[in-house]
Every structure is written in C-alpha cells, then in structure tokens.
C-alpha cells in the first residue's frame, strides 16, 4: 500500500487532522489513519471529561481555543455527512476559576492577556462570589474569573465520532491496525510497519498517538519527552439543587462541574505522586481522602453526596511544559508531531488539525502561527510557560 500522509492515532486529534487535509480536495492525497482500537472506548478522547476553555495566558493557546469554539458553533456546516445534522452537546456553562489572595496577581495577570485577545471573561470579587453563588463557600477566597461565553464542555467522544465519519466520507481510509515501527532512509521516513497489512509506503508521518506518542518517536529514533499519566474521574449526585453551576477550579486545583443530574470532579496528583501508567484501575482513595473533604469545603452541600461511578483515563503529558508539540522534526522533516497536549487535546483538536493540514499542504502555518510549540523548543530546553490560577 501507498498513502501519500500515514496519520498513527485516530482519536479525536489524528481524526481531525484527515479531516482538514481531506478536506483539500483539490489536493487529492491519499491519508490513512491508523487506529488499533475503532470503538475508542480506551483512547483518552472518550475517557475525557470534554471541558474547552479560552482563559490561558499563552496567547496561541487562546487563539486555539477561539478558533475550537467557533468550529463547534456551527459544527454541522462543518462535518455534516449527507446532511445529517452533527450535534455534540457543547454546553456553553463558562469555567470559573477561584482564588485565594495569593492567587490574585496571577488572575489579573492573565485577565489581561485574554481581554486582550478578545477573551469575554469577568473578574469576580468576593462579594461578587457570593452573590452569584449562594451554594458556595467564600470565606478563603478573594475572587474569581469567570468566562461569560465559548466556555464549557461538550460530547468529546461525539467530536471524535464527527471528524472520523466526514473524514471517511472524504476518502480518508481508517485502517483497524496496529503500527509497531517506522522505516527510514537518510532524513526520511519512508514506511510505516503494521502488524496485519504489512509496509505502507508514505511521503509523510503524522505522530498522534497520543500516549504512545513516545513510543512512535522512537521509531524514528526521536526522544519525546511525552508520558501517559493516569487521571480519575468521579461521577456524584447531591441531593441540594446547586443552580447556575459552571466548571469550577478550586485554588486546591479539585474540579467540579454538572454532568446531567450529577457532577464530575477530579484533581490532578502532584509530580511526585503522578508515575508514568497505562492502566484503568480507579483510586477511589483518592476521592475520599483528598476530593471530597475539598468539595465539602467549597460546596457545603457536597458534604452529602453519593458517588455513582468513576473512570480512568490517560493525558499524553509533554514533561517539559504541559504544552503541545507540533510540527515537523527538525531533521526527519516529513515526520511531524502533534503530541503532549497533556490534557488538552479535545478543545484543541480542531485548531491543531487546521495547523498540521496547513504546514502539509503549504508548508508553513497560514492562520495561527504555532511555532511557539515547535520539537526544537525541547531539545533547546525552552518551555513554553502556560502559567495556571491554581
């Protein structure tokens, strides 16, 4: 077989990749997708809690997000497949992002950057909290950042669905398959190795692996420093109505949102308690222990809650910065990356697919200029610094 771009990784990254380059039909490439597992049901996409934000401080990582929520507002123009209407739930709530007094230098700092950018977000005061927020505890906070629109959560793994079926339907062919290693000659990748079809042949090879996205690295003899780190989410219900809730970080860094009639919540460990893993086993000590005391605190009502269910899922965790890794390498040139998003994929999938289908055909970035996160920024040891509330 032959392709013109291989893409190894399906999810909702990889997927929204063939779309955008199918979507050059002038271009007429042959792209394959790789993707061992077509249910998706263990890829980080459908164990993702689907939350999309504009509030960063890195002014491309807004950019992107602008770019995601005006793709989902009129998502079926976008990937409708004979007119079927595309509907992935995406939830408008806002993400509201507490903070103690040590916090507020940090959350004015970056309310500048995102007004700047064109960001609709609030500063709340403490008074402002408790207002608008009667469920919740402000005595140890002094404010807040609320995003008033293009904030919230949608259906990631109906996202990934989308892109995948107006991909297939452009002539992108998806191959149940698995890629185990790379072919090179000189300063090329010239095959992709898979264990039921054999050699593909290709001009190009998009890494989005996701947590293997290290593994496909070093086929082609590259050290990326992205690992697989383990993330909990629970699901609760609350028997107290808790009105007008957005996805709220709490300075503890513990999350919370609606999810129908119940809430998710989770948290993020600390380096030193976050080993590389692959598995699906839940902590439900973690909950116990550290979440609930948290959003019992926070949220008085949360103090009686019923724990309904619970998952596992992966973030392809870039080590250096938490950031994206994108674009060609700097001496295999048809091997590009898009890794490392390290929790961040989903929302940005679409201004990363537009970005990689862009340097492809065109050879440079022609909307968003995403150099910033470029391979070569690792081997130079210059992060990328996504400075966070919490």
Known sequence: MNFDVTIIGGGVVGSAIAYFLSSQTEKNMQIAVIEKDPSYQEGSTARSAGGIRQQFSTRENIQISKFAVEFLRSISSHLSVDGDPVDVNFEEKGYLFLARDSNIPILYNNHSIQKSEGVPVALLDQDDLARAYPWMNTS?????????????????????????????????????????????????????????????????????????????????????????????????SCRTEIERCPLTIDPSGVYFRPEGQQFIT????????????????????????????????????????????????????????????????SEIQNFFFANGFSGHGLQQAPAVGRAISELILNGSYQTINLERFSYQRMLDNKPVSEINVV
């Open 140 to 236: 140890d906070l002094a404010g807040g950042s609320l995003g008033l629109e293009g904030e919230g959560w949608l259906d990631a793994y109906g996202l990934n669905q989308a892109f995948r079926k107006k991909a297939i339907a452009q002539g992108v062919s998806y191959l149940k398959d698995e890629a185990y290693n790379l072919e090179t000659t000189g300063s090329k990748v010239t095959a992709v190795l898979l264990k039921e079809a054999g050699r593909i042949e290709t001009s190009f090879v998009i890494n989005a692996a996701g947590v293997q996205a290290a593994t496909v690295a070093e086929w082609a003899g590259i050290d990326l420093a992205v690992r697989p780190k383990k993330r909990f989410v629970y699901s609760f």
């Open 266 to 329: 989770g948290c993020s460990p600390e380096a030193s308690n976050d080993p590389d893993c692959l598995d699906f086993d839940v902590d439900y000590n973690w909950f116990e222990e550290h979440i609930w005391p948290i959003l019992a605190h926070r949220v008085p009502a949360f103090e009686a809650i019923k724990m309904e269910n619970a998952w596992a899922g992966h973030y392809a965790y870039n080590l250096l910065d938490q950031n994206a890794v994108l674009g060609p390498h």
